[in-house]
């Protein structure tokens, strides 16, 4: 079973930078899509950004767009998510998720068929 390992959370002032990474444990791991997903407190999880693993075509929330930029690393299996000019309001659980099958929409979580762990982003005012 191919695991998701996220790193990189952290507790950051607003107006800061954070990166995290999305390791998945196989190698040969092959997927159509990474995203990261988030969740605020007493609030459902919601889309932050996607890409495509091929084509590396990206696709964000409108929250997050000109801030956030997701990309990959197809030798390590990995994709990053960069988050500037970070805002309270980014306050949440960040989740790493793949898909192996194609998507119609990025942003529908229950298309999504792999999950890590999840990684706390705290920024302060």
């Known amino acids: 079973q191919v695991q998701l390992v996220e790193s990189g959370g952290g507790l950051v002032q607003a107006g800061g930078s954070l990166s995290l990474s999305c390791a998945a444990s196989?190698?040969?791991?092959?997927?159509?899509?990474m995203a990261w997903f988030r969740q605020a407190p007493g609030k459902e999880r919601e889309f932050a950004a996607a890409?495509?693993?091929?084509?590396?075509?990206?696709h964000y929330a409108d929250s997050v767009k000109g801030r956030f930029t997701i990309s990959r690393d197809n030798a390590k299996n990995t994709v990053y998510l960069q988050m500037n000019s970070l805002k309270p309001e980014d306050t949440a659980v960040y989740y790493c998720?793949?898909?192996?099958?194609?998507?119609?929409?990025?942003?529908?979580?229950?298309?999504?068929?792999?999950w890590g762990q999840g990684t706390q982003v705290t920024v302060s005012s």
């Open positions: 890409i495509r693993w091929t084509s590396a075509n990206t």
């Open positions: 998720a793949a898909t192996t099958k194609p998507l119609p929409y990025y942003s529908t979580q229950s298309l999504y068929n792999y």
């Open positions: 196989e190698r040969t791991f092959s997927s159509y899509a």
